[in-house]
């Protein structure tokens, strides 16, 4: 469009790559000009980790061409890619844990940033460029998601990076924290370093990004400055068709208690105590730490408690191990789909029936008939784009392992679902589903209690919500009474 | 083009086999007397109960453990069968000989589920122990068996001239691949092995499974030991040295991954039968046996390096 080549610090012409049996990209064209904030958004599957990992040199490109900084890219690896000024920040960070801030930042390049004394020196600089005050001395383990993502950004300036890929940078942050991040972002955009944003959150694509790319099934549908879209355009974009709704109508079949949880104790937790009613979403507001998830795994059964009193329908349970927790009508969707929630070498009908064996078997075997049925079913009323029931867990998008790990717990016919982060890394499309199954599940009778750190999410779901901070339940609200404002500043405690 | 590359995944998936294959070539183009019957039988029948540990490993395996100290156990189950026989019918002598197997394995998965021990190293302590014991025992000599009806298991032939050993590992062979694949035990074996947090999150006793596991494996040890006892009519502190080893690198050829959660039984029995033949095609062609150990160390490398590249290339996939 008439501008000069040294404008733009990449550009990706017809580039194409297939797995076996799939087309992850088909003819993508995408050009990234300096110092501009570009957001990629798509469904999952729809090509962006893909590209990602071509531009970083994970995987090599069928066909096509890689300009970088001017410059022809064939084959490179992450390191090559780093040094040319590439760098990418993954969803999941890709720090050593057991290691020092300082010697992540500057890692396999010791001797480079001068030993011990330069590395950490070094790394403090660089974190103190970007307003952060964490020691370099501190263990990654020891840090925060927040904290951790900001090792991360500083590493990638330590390149001098010129182009730095954030694939969903967002996604465990907590509001505050995301103000954090912004900042920084534009503060990199002012030094002329440019950004490939990847999310799901449109949201933050309209707050941050200049420009921004659509991309569907592995094809780019658009590329356009983001001033020029609204949010509906941009949704029927990445979908192929209209989403009017983000989320439906709040489904409204709350009915008499059904569980009393009180003074639930634990290290962290100090004297929970709260009822769920039947037919109940129960939202769980709070900040990444603030003691959310512990309070499920708790009344779970995962965890160890200090002290913990369960009433369901009136009757004291004692609930020591997730087993008690299943055999007492709960189920939970855990936050981590990849570590607490797939068995990753297990096919599709597998997953699903792992938490059911007993409704699959014949006598005292295991029947595969059954079982294909009972994974056939859910695929069909879930919607799982899966190419068979025996297809690796592996090979589906998040939001269809996500669907299989609900299915696996909608088969044991929960009283109680509790979901933490149900939507975490999905795309549009599959987070309304997961909704209309939320809905769906309380209509039948079950109770959820949802936690999510989206909080429109929360908002738009749950008919009662709690805020926790610092291990306590700090306030209750009516979701439609109380404004998001009022319920955060709660939250913060 | 296509075919080529069919063939070669193929190949890739089906490494062990596709070794046996080529050996079997192999000694089409010799002179030896690796094509009689006398010979594949023997070989087989050799090779039963190897395969019958191997059974009882892969479980564990599968589970994401591993079991070193299977070795052990086998000769010390010889012995002490052998030396019950004279106090008290044969049977059991048997029964007690394979609780003991039962018995170490039920503190080998005490250590490994209960105190989050390494399997590896909690496995070859308990060889040494069960090694030292056996030792102890005997006072390092063999021990001749005086029961002719114990003879007889392992040596006799009861149906249509099929050795016992071979009928007895058919059986164990269907049995293990019934429990893996049709039980609910053998699924969560799966999934405690394919994601130990999961399967507990899961309602699934992760503990217990993994745990009954190592005792399944320490009884079949124990069994294949009396059968080993029962085949050569005596007992020693010996046999079994290098026992261990050559099983878990057998179901590892096999393809039962010590990452845990994949495999089986079958893959298994391939792997080891490789091994096996391997051994026998090099016997037969008359190679040193000092040449031996050297080839079948490099042949596992191999095959173990082709699984690894091949995992890597599916990762990428991913």
Redesign the interface.
């Known amino acids: 469009m008439g501008r000069e080549l040294s404008d733009r610090i990449l550009s990706v012409e017809h580039v194409s790559k297939s797995?076996?049996g799939v087309k992850a990209l088909d003819d993508v064209s995408l050009e990234v000009g300096r110092g501009v904030v570009h957001g990629i958004v798509g469904e999952n599957g729809a090509g962006k980790s893909t590209l990602m990992k071509i531009l970083s040199g994970?995987?090599t490109k069928d066909s096509g061409t890689v300009e970088f900084d001017g410059q022809r890219v064939e084959r490179t690896t992450p390191m090559e890619s780093l040094r040319r000024g590439l760098s990418i920040i993954y969803q999941e960070f890709s720090l050593i844990s057991s290691m020092t801030v300082g010697e992540n930042i500057f890692l396999g390049r010791f001797r480079e940033a001068g030993g011990m004394k330069g590395t950490h020196q070094k790394a403090g600089e660089l974190l103190g460029q970007i307003g952060s005050s964490i020691s370099t001395h501190k263990l990654v383990s020891e840090l925060s998601t927040s904290e951790k993502q900001m090792v991360e950004i500083a590493k990638a300036l330590s390149f001098e990076s010129k182009l730095i890929i954030m694939d969903e940078p967002s996604s465990s942050l907590t509001e505050e924290e995301l103000a954090k991040l912004g900042a920084l972002i534009r503060q990199m955009r002012e030094k002329g370093i440019s950004i490939l944003y990847i999310s799901h959150k449109l949201d933050e694509i309209f707050e941050y990004c200049d420009v921004v790319t659509i991309m569907r099934d592995g094809h780019v549908i658009d590329t356009r400055p983001v001033s020029e879209l609204d949010r509906g355009e941009m949704v029927g974009m990445m979908v192929g068709r209209t989403i009017e709704n983000e989320y439906p109508e709040r489904p409204r079949a709350v009915g008499e208690p059904l569980m009393r949880v009180e003074h639930l104790t634990t290290g962290k937790l100090k004297d929970i105590s709260f009822t769920l009613n039947r037919g109940e979403i129960l939202g769980f507001v709070g900040l990444v730490g603030a003691g959310r998830t512990e309070i499920v795994r708790a009344i779970?059964g995962?965890d160890k408690v200090k002290r913990k009193e369960v009433r369901i329908e009136g009757k004291s349970l004692k609930i020591t191990?997730?087993?008690d927790?299943?055999?007492c009508g709960m189920a939970?969707v855990?936050e981590d789909r990849k570590?607490?929630?797939?068995?990753?070498?297990?096919s599709v009908e597998?997953n699903i029936?792992?938490?059911n064996?007993?409704k699959v078997?014949r006598g005292?075997?295991?029947s595969?008939d059954k079982e294909r049925k009972m994974a056939e079913e859910n695929i069909d009323s879930l919607l799982i784009k899966t190419p068979s029931p025996t297809a690796a867990i592996?090979?589906l998008s998040g939001g269809n392992q996500q669907k299989c790990i609900i299915a696996?717990w909608l088969e044991?016919e929960p009283k109680i679902f509790i979901m933490d982060e149900p939507t975490r890394g999905i795309d549009v499309g599959a987070k309304y589903e997961i909704y209309m199954l939320m809905k769906k599940a309380v209509e039948a009778g079950s109770s959820i209690i949802l936690i999510s750190s989206e909080l429109p999410e929360v908002l738009h779901m749950s008919n009662r919500v709690l805020t926790i901070a610092d291990g306590r339940i700090t306030g209750e609200f009516d979701p439609e009474k109380v404004s998001a404002q009022e319920i955060m500043n709660r939250a913060i405690g | 083009m296509s075919v080529v590359r069919k063939v070669v995944r193929e190949i890739e998936k089906r490494k062990a086999l596709t070794a046996i294959l080529l050996m079997l070539f192999i000694m089409v183009f010799f002179d030896t007397r690796f094509y009689t019957a006398y010979n594949l039988l023997d070989m087989l029948n050799s090779a039963a109960i190897l395969e019958m540990l191997a059974f009882g490993v892969t479980l564990v395996i599968i589970c994401g453990g591993c079991d070193f100290s299977i070795g052990a156990m086998m000769s010390l189950s010889g012995i002490i069968t052998i030396k019950l026989m004279d106090h008290m019918p044969l049977g059991f002598a048997i029964c007690a000989a394979i609780a003991c197997g039962a018995l170490a394995g039920f503190v080998n998965g005490f250590f490994v589920v209960k105190q989050k021990t390494e399997p590896f190293i909690i496995t070859l302590g308990m060889g040494m122990l069960l090694k030292g014991i056996a030792q102890q025992i005997t006072d390092a000599h063999p021990v001749p068996a005086k029961n002719l009806t114990f003879m007889k298991i392992a040596n006799g032939k009861v149906l249509f001239g099929i050795p016992n050993l071979i009928i007895i590992m058919v059986v164990m062979l269907l049995v293990f691949y019934y429990i893996l694949r049709y039980t609910s035990f053998g699924r969560n074996c799966y999934a405690v092995g394919g994601d130990y947090n999961v399967a507990t999150q899961s309602g699934i006793r992760a503990e217990r499974i993994k745990w009954s596991a190592f005792v399944i494996c320490g009884a079949m040890a124990a069994f294949c030991g009396v059968l080993l006892s029962s085949r050569l009519n005596t007992g020693s502190s010996i046999y079994g040295d290098s026992t261990a080893l050559s099983v878990n690198c057998g179901c590892v050829v096999g393809g039962t991954s010590f990452a845990g959660g994949v495999g089986g039984v079958p893959q298994s029995f391939i792997g080891l039968l490789a091994i096996q033949l391997l051994e026998n095609c090099m016997n037969m062609l008359g190679i040193s046996a000092y040449v031996q150990q050297v080839c079948e160390g490099i042949i596992i490398l191999l095959i173990l390096w082709f699984d690894n590249y091949a995992q890597k290339r599916k990762e990428e996939a991913v």
Not at chain 1, 341 to 346: N, Q
């Open positions: 797995f076996p994970v995987y779970y995962a191990s997730p087993r927790g299943k055999r939970l855990p570590q607490q929630g797939l068995v990753l070498p297990f597998s029936s792992m938490a064996l007993e078997k005292i075997f295991l595969p592996v090979n696996r044991t």
